[in-house]
């Protein structure tokens, strides 16, 4: 999937102007494509012992550009890709950076693929295959929840999990393969319940993992948070108050947001989500109002949570569980909050005695709010805002309070974790109620075979290439 055997060279700083970009080179040219482009007092790179910052001039011959550069050398095996690295810091100019790129592409080496470097660190071994998927997952992490997660991960605790679980499966595989084998020398094994014991104790231990870790995405994308309701409910100033930015222009005057506008909101225990104010659902009489509806209901189509936003202080809810009926049907499968606002004007009795109506008009109709009451809340005041971000944690599932709130996997690794105990569980019935071993060893030996293969999948021992393709695909140029 990878050549492993050239020089690759790639930004490996994030894209725009910054104090210093980065050029990455690995491979087992990359000391002497490196000396091509870098001028330094201590002589060439080549000749150097690695590990060591060298201070000096990047020269572009073709271009006659010249940068103040420092040149970090690390040398195989005691580097990243286990190969020898070097790493151009040079002033941030997107045009510098790229000039230098091409400077040494001329000189011999290949651009890199997404995620290469990391694909030769896992390649080589530097790296298994659940760190690699934790290099991806720091650089998308989008809120402190995911990134602590990827750290953890990082650090090896799904490595060691895996392969203290595998151990336990090798050694039995290895007993009951004996018994097989030397079935006619009267050699004495651990009793088959032992054996089921501490094979049941992996499937509890690998279960709870399952069950506690939290989800990760498969891509950088944040989950979308839609506000809907007719125009003039108020989801404009609930997006600037949420999100603390003036993002949407606020007016008395209905349809003033033609566009779906968005904004970053940040949620309990440190995640956030993307949240959209679309135009007001609406009957349009005009072009252009019916193009701000047909974006509205395309916002909602695809949102990840629904915000249906009511006007406390009017009467009426017949028109909002009309639309709210309507935002439901052209997306059932996502969560749907339903939130009353301008509580400021209305007295606390009043505004709630209005939701309560409300909450009965909508359960007389078939809709059913996740909440026993909708939401009240002022957009204007902030009360109630806690409460409503606490919400759309809770129904976008990224509350973070049980055990294990570090830990995450994706859905992959969450099927091969669950696979795996259930393999070992299978090998454990087996075990427990024989005689002996060699009762039920060729059984009990696929099953064993069984979760270490999956095991083996999340540490990449065993693994496909189309599956490490989906894994890499997620990584950008430069790591």
């Given amino acids: 999937m990878f050549p492993l055997d050239d020089t690759i060279v790639a930004v490996s700083s994030p894209a725009g102007v910054s104090a210093r970009a980065i050029v990455r080179l690995s491979g087992p040219d990359a000391l002497k494509l490196a000396d091509g482009v870098f001028l330094g007092a201590s002589g060439p790179l080549i000749a150097s012992n690695g590990f060591r910052a060298f201070d000096g001039r990047a020269v572009i ?4 550009i010249e940068l103040p550069a420092r040149v970090y050398v690390f040398l195989a095996p005691r580097s990243y890709t286990r190969q020898d690295v070097v790493e151009f810091h040079i002033p941030g100019s997107p045009t510098a ?3 230098m790129v091409s400077a040494l592409l001329s000189a011999g080496a290949r651009e890199a693929q997404g995620g290469e470097f990391t694909a030769r660190a896992f390649f080589s071994g530097r790296i298994d295959l659940s760190a690699a998927e934790a290099v991806a997952d720091m650089i998308d992490a989008a809120d402190q929840i995911r990134l ?3 750290s953890a991960a990082l650090g090896g605790w799904l490595q060691r999990l895996c392969r203290r679980a595998a151990a336990t499966l ?3 595989l290895a007993t009951v393969e004996a018994s097989i084998d030397l079935a006619e020398e009267n050699i004495a094994l651990e009793p088959p319940r032992e054996f089921a014991r501490r094979l049941d ?12 870790a939290g989800e990760l995405p498969e891509t950088a994308d944040r989950p979308r948070v839609v506000l809907a309701g007719r125009p003039n409910v108020g989801k404009s100033s609930l997006l600037n108050a949420l999100s603390g930015t003036d993002r949407a222009i606020v007016s008395a005057l209905a349809g003033t947001t033609r566009d779906v506008l968005t904004a970053s909101i940040a949620l309990p225990n440190g995640s956030t989500a993307i949240l959209q104010d679309a135009a007001g659902l609406a009957s349009p009489n005009d072009p252009l109002a019916a193009a701000a509806d047909q974006a509205a209901r395309a916002a909602v189509a695809s949102a990840d949570a629904i915000v249906f936003v009511v006007d406390l202080s009017e009467a009426d809810s ?3 569980v009309e639309f709210l009926r309507q935002a439901r049907g052209a997306n059932q499968r996502c ?5 009353g606002n301008k509580a400021d004007l209305l007295d606390s009795h009043v505004a709630t005695a ?9 359960e007389s109709a078939g809709i059913h709010s996740p909440r026993q009451l909708p939401l009240i809340v002022s957009a204007t005041a902030g009360d109630g805002l806690d409460d409503l971000r606490r919400a759309i944690a809770d129904c976008l599932h990224l509350s973070t309070d049980r055990p294990g709130q570090a830990m995450g996997l994706h859905q992959r690794q969450r099927r091969c974790v669950q696979a795996a105990a259930e393999a070992s569980r299978r090998a454990a019935e087996l075990l427990a109620p024989a005689g002996d071993v060699s009762d039920v060893a060729e059984m009990a030996a696929v099953e064993l075979r069984a979760g270490l293969n999956e095991l083996g999948q999340i540490s990449g021992q065993i693994v496909t290439e189309d599956v490490l393709g989906r894994i890499f695909s997620r990584f950008c140029v430069g790591k």
Wanted: proline share 2%.
């Fill in 61 to 64: 011959t073709a271009t006659g």
């Fill in 97 to 99: 950076a790229t000039a």
């Fill in 148 to 150: 602590r997660s990827a």
């Fill in 170 to 172: 090798t050694d039995a």
């Fill in 201 to 212: 104790g992996v499937a509890r231990r690998l279960l709870r993992l399952a069950d506690r």
């Fill in 318 to 320: 017949g028109t909002d």
């Fill in 335 to 339: 969560p749907c909050l339903v939130v």
């Fill in 354 to 362: 209005a939701m309560a109506r409300l909450s009965s008009v909508l």
